[in-house]
């Protein structure tokens, strides 16, 4: 048969895989849901940026730091303006 070794890699690699799938499935549901409103704090949460790419990824700037990562720029979502939204207009 098999030598264990290779069975234990086998093994690893699938768990690996399933971890994989399960955190891009995860992910995708988060991003479609709708903000939920914490109790505590009353903050609507919603889907934030703080997922890097491994592109991003940069070496140590400070001793015992193994990867930095690049600032993110805040942006102020775009709100929408009701009076130039077609569908939206006000009757007349």
Known sequence: GRCPHSLGEEF????LEHCRSYNARLCA????RLPFLDAQTGVAQSNS????ERAHR???LSP???YSYPARCWRKKRRLNILEAPRLRPCE
């Not at 549901?29 to 479609?32: C, N, P, W």
Request: hydrophobic letters at 35%; glycine letters at 12%.
């Open 12 to 15: 690893y690699r699938e768990a």
């Open 29 to 32: 549901e988060r991003s479609l």
């Open 49 to 52: 940026y703080i997922w890097m």
């Open 58 to 60: 940069r070496p140590g």
């Open 64 to 66: 015992g730091q193994i």
